[in-house]
């Protein structure tokens, strides 16, 4: 390869996007599995050009959803205890610990409890900054939240359809509140199974602190000082999964924001389409230098996509399905 090809030895190349960072292998619902092993595109570069020569950059994210609370800022993890009935109260008939309290039953809850019950999920989270912290909930059935005993979040006393839980759970509802860094609170979440007829029931506990700088300029800076911009953008399972449809096909958030950014200061920028379905690109496919969709890889994406920027290998895989523009303007 040319001197400042991706297969050249010494080129400096800048991994930049949301899904560079958090890569989407696999799609979401059902057709979970988990990988022995996960080769991701930053592993590949780092043994391609060593990891001096190779820099990474988010920008911005594409989140659906608030995210899942980070298990590192939680003191001793969470805490799941079952009663009967729609309250929780009473005996307790099971617990349990988990890390990421995003809670999915699929007919019982567990040997000794009932159909129709109610659960709470505790835990105590380390505040890593002061300001106002964003909490949610998603479910099916009905929840709130409380922080340190005040009620944050109420999807219990009117509860919204949505597409979560394959279309039997709710909307997100959001609520905030102040928090002060260095202090530590107690979130506790009260969910009840509501509806005898649902074969599933789950809550989503969402919780974000404030954002303390825009990470666009971060990616343009690493762009510019590479010889490659590697731009991996794309959706997560929380667009596309089982039992619900997109509502169009734009990239989500500051993606073609990110990619226009990047490709201003980098001419030799490779946009990574990381996505399972269609993605509209006519807003800046002009501006790049290539575009590579390469769906939802596998275990050994990093793997993959490297023998192709490198000229390895020709991508001559064809689609399973069949992406058309209705409108020849756009």
Request: hydrophobic share 40%; aromatic share 6%.
């Amino acid at each position: 390869p040319l001197p400042g090809t991706p297969g050249a030895r010494g080129t400096r190349s800048a991994r930049i996007g949301p899904n560079a960072v958090a890569p989407q292998v696999q799609g979401g619902g059902s057709s979970i599995v988990r990988p022995r092993e996960r080769v991701t595109p930053e592993d590949a570069l780092r043994a391609q050009f060593g990891a001096d020569n190779v820099t990474l950059a988010q920008g911005c994210d594409n989140e659906r959803y608030l995210p899942l609370p980070d298990p590192q800022a939680v003191v001793e993890g969470w805490t799941v205890r079952y009663f009967a009935g729609n309250r929780p109260e009473g005996e307790v008939l099971r617990k349990h610990a988990t890390t990421r309290p995003g809670l999915f039953w699929f007919g019982l809850a567990g040997r000794g409890v009932p159909f129709e019950f109610s659960a709470t999920v505790e835990g105590r989270g380390r505040i890593a900054a002061s300001g106002t912290w964003d909490f949610s909930l998603m479910n099916s059935g009905r929840a709130r939240l409380f922080v340190d005993g005040a009620r944050v979040v109420d999807n219990w006393t009117h509860v919204e359809r949505g597409d979560s839980y394959i279309g039997m759970g709710s909307t997100e509802v959001r609520g905030a509140l102040a928090l002060q860094a260095g202090s530590e609170v107690q979130v506790r979440v009260e969910y009840c199974r509501d509806d005898a007829r649902a074969g599933i029931a789950g809550v989503r506990i969402g919780m974000r602190g404030p954002v303390v700088h825009d990470g666009l300029p971060e990616a343009v800076a690493a762009a510019r000082a590479a010889d490659i911009a590697i731009v991996v953008v794309g959706l997560t399972p929380d667009w596309e999964s089982e039992g619900f449809d997109r509502a169009g096909i734009e990239l989500p958030g500051r993606q073609v924001e990110l990619v226009r950014a990047v490709a201003a200061d980098n001419p030799r920028t490779i946009v990574v389409l990381n996505a399972g379905s269609g993605i509209a690109i006519h807003p800046w496919v002009h501006e790049v230098a290539a575009v590579l969709h390469v769906g939802l890889p596998g275990q050994a994406f990093g793997d993959g996509l490297l023998d192709v920027l490198c000229g390895r290998v020709s991508p001559t895989g064809r689609l399973p399905y069949t992406v058309t523009i209705a409108n020849s303007q756009a």
